[in-house]
């Protein structure tokens, strides 16, 4: 098994465990750690790797079934690695009612780092996104293009169509702006959605019974599908 894996009794003393266990969390030879309890190389490993195995054993000694944990330890070599860990009672023999515990640990350290770079990557987006001057709407395709509901628009966009997000958000393009297949900016949305080329709006005049602007657009498809919309009212340069 790649995973790190380890028997211990109730004790806590190491009847049992793997390469992955032993050389790469602990970095100590099987045969050194078999018959003992990791407080016995204190001097070997982290105070943080010590702590979260003496936190474990006092969890497993309360809980009567399964274990589900998520730790952070720095290992032997002095990295940091993420695991979940997967643990349970065993019986030791069929003749013995004591009970020990096997746990099995799963190296996440790799989705961790890209989940923390996307937070971040999402934290830019965002603070790019509400800052804009542009406007900037995302719709979400409903029955395969025949229509686009608004999943997010920034402040600009709100304040030049008008509009306030929280009121528009999950309804259509055609409800918000009735008159938007005049302006060519639904038939782009549903090329744009299929094909995924973006496509350029030359200024065109956008009205309905609530508002009435010249406005550019520019949509593009992104990889989750969603077409995103960047348009500004350009009414004051015609």
């Known amino acids: 098994i790649p995973n790190p894996v380890v028997f211990k009794d109730s ?47 006092q969890q497993m000694r309360s809980n009567a079934g399964l274990l589900i944990s998520n730790i ?4 032997h070599d002095a990295t940091t690695s993420h695991y979940i860990v997967y643990s349970d009672h065993f019986q030791l023999s069929e003749f ?25 990557s999402e934290k830019r987006f965002r603070e790019l996104f509400t800052h804009l001057r542009s406007g ?26 008008q509009t306030e997000r929280d009121k528009i958000i999950g309804k259509t393009i055609r409800e918000v702006f009735p008159g938007v297949e005049e302006l060519e900016l639904f038939q782009a949305l549903q090329s744009v959605y299929k094909t995924g080329e973006p496509i350029y709006i030359a200024p065109k005049l956008y009205r309905d019974d609530r508002i009435s602007q ?17 348009f500004s009212n350009v009414t004051e340069l015609k």
């Open 11 to 57: 004790r806590g003393i190491i009847i049992e465990c793997n390469h992955a266990f032993c050389e790469e969390v602990i970095g100590l030879p099987k045969a050194t750690l078999i018959g003992h309890s990791l407080r016995e190389f204190e001097t070997h490993l982290s105070a943080d790797l010590l702590k979260m195995f003496e936190e474990f054993c």
């Open 136 to 161: 900037v709407a995302i719709y979400q395709s409903v029955d395969n293009g025949e229509d686009f509901v608004f999943q997010d628009i920034n402040q600009s966009g709100a304040e030049q169509t």
């Open 72 to 75: 952070t330890i720095q290992k």
């Open 96 to 120: 013995q009612r004591e009970l020990g515990t096997v746990s099995v640990m799963l190296d996440v350290t790799e989705y961790q780092t890209i989940r923390e770079q996307l937070q971040v």
């Open 214 to 230: 010249w406005v550019e657009n520019y949509v593009y498809r992104l990889a989750t599908d969603e077409v995103v919309v960047v």
